[in-house]
């Protein structure tokens, strides 16, 4: 089975600096796809980010880019120009080719300094 | 930008009675979840649903649970006889090919 794993339970952040959150998994198969979800105060799910495994290139979003490692099996997400409406919960997950469940990691919390 | 509705809010239940969370994925969506959050822990999947039909479904989604696509616009997940540890946010959320999932805002179930 696979799991994805966020050893950071909290990070903080000074507005308008860049921050790195971390995010390890598992798993046998060689395509699969990696996302990071934002979870604010309300508790509604945003999809931030997605990788695709086969595509060598970072994906990125306006302020938002991932550090995709398949070999180490890593997936971290870099936010730069930090700002207050990034305070959230962070979540990593993963999806294997074959279904369409998304196994979620335990999640970061990211706040945000003034 | 369209987006996933979830009704009721909140919803509180005594044990034993069953509940009906009510969804309405986006319209041109082909793939229907639920997924679940107790406070503190991870989010859990617990369905997915495709052409009327259960493609997958967790350890957790038991004989207590079932889904339904009653009309052309809804998803339900119904708890047939509620336990205190079903006490979650139930998220309901849609694709168009699973590759890029639209959640709701969720549903705060608790049981008494």
């Known amino acids: 089975a696979q799991t994805v794993t966020q050893s950071q339970p909290e990070m903080s952040v000074q507005e308008a600096e860049t921050v790195t959150l971390s995010c390890t998994y598992d798993?046998?198969?060689?395509?699969?796809?990696l996302f990071w979800y934002k979870q604010p105060p309300s508790r509604q799910m945003i999809l931030v980010i997605r990788q695709e495994a086969y595509k060598q290139q970072n994906a990125t979003e306006n302020r938002f880019s991932v550090n995709f490692q398949k070999a180490a099996k890593s997936f971290s997400l870099k936010i730069s120009d930090s700002q207050l409406g990034d305070a959230a919960m962070y979540f990593c997950a993963y999806r294997g080719n074959a279904g369409n469940m998304l196994t979620f990691g335990g999640g970061t919390r990211l706040m945000v300094k003034p | 930008e369209p987006e996933v509705t979830q009704t009721p809010s909140h919803q509180v239940t005594q044990m034993g009675q069953e509940v009906i969370l009510r969804c309405v994925p986006i319209?041109?969506?082909?793939?229907f979840y639920w997924y679940r959050q107790i406070l503190g822990q991870k989010v859990e999947f617990l369905v997915s649903f495709y052409n009327n039909e259960i493609s997958e479904k967790s350890e957790i989604f038991d004989d207590q649970f079932s889904v339904e696509r009653p009309d052309g616009s809804n998803f339900t997940l119904k708890i047939r006889s509620t336990k205190l540890e079903d006490s979650a946010m139930y998220f309901c959320?849609?694709?168009?090919?699973?590759?890029?999932?639209?959640f709701g805002s969720g549903t705060q179930l608790s049981v008494l």
């Open positions: 319209s041109n969506h082909l793939y």
């Open positions: 959320a849609s694709s168009v090919r699973g590759e890029k999932l639209f």
């Open positions: 798993t046998s198969e060689s395509d699969y796809y």
